[in-house]
């Protein structure tokens, strides 16, 4: 029996996983989770898994296990968001894998148009796309021109950087495509230029998300390093990084929020509590997550279809 039929009969019927990942984001967590729930299909698995949170998260989130409304929950310490999702691939029972953040936001009728695309191309592996950036540290509107994720700049090339944030799997394939790399701060940087080298990438060219960039996101909590592996995982391939030239989209996120804490959370109506990491927003995220997909929705085009490339490395 081939692989993939191994694993499409240890699917349980579940024709895709949502794998959504948090930690001490709990006011997010109470707009992002809701969301998934309301938008899977019937057909759909979903699992959580919590970074032993010490926000009440596990509390909130053990309220939906119980009452079916998700189907895996784990709460636990682990070694980053690496090995959160590497946890969460390895429980998944889909056929497709659909990685979730906790404080992005998705256009969910989107993420079914390209579960469709996925089924209807089986020698697919994974599907990515475009993800908009929206820094809520400071006055701004949401924005393509955050990181280089736009694929033109990728097809031509052996390998290109897309974010995972629309990241969607196919289960069968992750022998060949392997897990993402703990230890790494810039955990969509090392797995898109290490698996867009082996594999065929379908890449849809419009937004499908909504990177919230907060006080808490890794690319301002870790700044320093973020950067030096993204020199150094450039270098490694030899590849030019496109993180170059005037002041970084990181840099500058970095320095708008370093403008002193209290004053962020002036910005966002927020109070720090006893913990660093546990915050609560006034006004509630829920403003945040509106603003978002109103803006999703008047960028999505008639068909994502369209807008989907593939990336093939050894064409």
Not at 144 to 172: T, W
Request: glycine letters at 6%.
């Amino acid at each position: 029996m081939a692989l993939s039929e191994e694993v499409a009969s240890q699917t349980h019927g579940y024709g895709m996983t949502y794998i959504l990942v948090t930690r001490n984001k709990l006011q997010f967590l109470k707009e992002s989770l809701p969301r998934l729930i309301a938008a899977r299909q019937p057909d759909e698995e979903i699992v959580v898994v919590d970074g032993a949170s010490t926000d009440g998260s596990p509390e909130y989130i053990l309220k939906f296990k119980e009452m079916g409304a998700i189907d895996q929950f784990i709460s636990e310490p682990d070694r980053g968001e690496a090995h959160g999702f590497n946890k969460g691939l390895l429980l998944a029972r889909g056929q497709l894998l659909k990685v979730v953040s906790d404080d992005d936001v998705y256009d969910w009728s989107a993420v079914q148009e390209c579960r469709h695309f996925m089924e209807n191309h089986s020698d697919i592996p994974l599907l990515s796309g475009m993800a908009a950036d929206w820094n809520v540290c400071a006055p701004s509107e949401i924005s393509v021109q955050g990181y280089i994720h736009d694929f033109e700049k990728g097809p031509a090339a052996s390998r290109f950087f897309f974010n995972c944030l629309p990241l969607m799997i196919r289960r069968s394939e992750l022998p060949l495509i392997g897990l993402f790399r703990p230890g790494f701060t810039a955990v969509d940087l090392e797995f898109s230029l290490r698996v867009s080298g082996v594999t065929k990438v379908a890449y849809v060219n419009t937004p499908l998300v909504v990177r919230v960039h907060n006080p808490q996101s890794m690319s301002v909590k870790r700044h320093k390093e973020v950067m030096e592996e993204m020199k150094n995982l450039y270098a490694y391939y030899s590849l030019v990084s496109p993180f170059v030239s005037k002041e970084s989209n990181t840099r500058k996120l970095r320095r708008l929020c370093s403008g002193g804490f209290r004053k962020i959370c002036s910005l966002l109506g927020m109070r720090k509590q006893k913990h660093r990491d546990s915050l609560t927003m006034l006004p509630e995220p829920s403003d945040i997550f509106a603003k978002a997909e109103a803006w999703l929705a008047a960028k999505k085009p008639v068909r994502i279809g369209e807008k989907i490339f593939i990336h093939n490395p050894s064409s």
